[in-house]
């Protein structure tokens, strides 16, 4: 335990002294979880989305996330903070595993580690409980300030705005364990990002999909919750299944 901790505090003192570090961890969840929630929610306030609506053809039939749209600006408010938590929840741990994991080992402090009385397990879990904690305690704080406009303007409900950060929190577990397996996957930074971006687009179809035609209100939102938690698991399982200091090494 106390090498566990001695590498966390390591990693933390890192991360913070690291510039390119907090601006990935900052500027990116910014764009993602301030400025487009918060101007799209200031755009839709007061709007008439009947003139939205009409320049769509009469067959047009919206997904279930989306009916009643015509009538009340707030259906589709919901529905893109949802889709843009999940996009930030991601998308940030994603890039900053790789920036942390992947770059270090192109310039070789993990050949220090493998030479103490630390095991892998501690190297990993102190890495990944820094991306996880730092990850959450930015985009956390960001979509708090997200609900608390939505609710303000009264926008969604206090369970809708509950089940907002059980998305996220699901979706940096998912974002973390497949940056860990995609860290012992990749020979170098270029291909980190390549797998990770890979990766990125045909989950961020299949949130959009659960959001928008999976049961309505929060219960969409919890679904893609599980649906995170069940592959980070899976992610997790098999990398922990393969890790050792040579392929970190290699």
Not at 106 to 127: C, F, G, N, Q, Y
Not at 140 to 149: Q, S
Not at 191 to 220: C, E, I, K, R
Not at 224 to 230: Q, R, T
């Amino acid at each position: 335990m106390s090498a566990f901790r001695t590498l966390l505090k390591k990693e933390a003192l890192q991360r913070v002294r690291s510039r390119s570090a907090l601006a990935t961890a900052t500027l990116l969840p910014a764009l993602l979880l301030l400025f487009a929630p918060l101007g799209q929610m200031a755009a839709l306030v007061n709007t008439d989305q009947k003139g939205w609506a009409m320049v769509l053809p009469p067959s047009f039939r919206p997904p279930p996330a989306l009916i009643g749209r015509e009538r009340d600006s707030s259906v589709i408010a919901r529905f893109l903070l949802a889709a843009l938590v999940a996009m930030g929840g991601l998308v940030v741990p994603a890039v900053a595993a790789s920036y942390t994991m992947v770059a270090e080992r192109e310039s070789r402090p993990l050949e220090l580690l493998a030479a103490l009385p630390v095991t892998i397990r501690d190297v990993l879990a102190s890495k990944l409980a820094v991306i996880l904690g730092f990850s959450a305690m930015v985009t956390g704080a960001m979509v708090g300030l997200d609900v608390a406009v939505l609710v303000r303007l009264r926008m969604a409900s206090a369970g809708y705005s509950l089940s907002l950060f059980a998305l996220l929190g699901a979706a940096l577990l998912y974002s973390t364990a497949s940056a860990l397996l995609i860290s012992l996957l990749a020979r170098d930074f270029r291909t980190a990002n390549q797998l990770g971006g890979a990766l990125l687009g045909p989950t961020t179809v299949v949130a959009v999909f659960v959001l928008a035609y999976g049961p309505a209100g929060a219960g969409s939102v919890l679904l893609l919750s599980g649906i995170f938690l069940a592959a980070a698991a899976l992610a997790l399982y098999v990398a922990l299944r393969v890790v050792t200091f040579e392929r970190l090494l290699r």
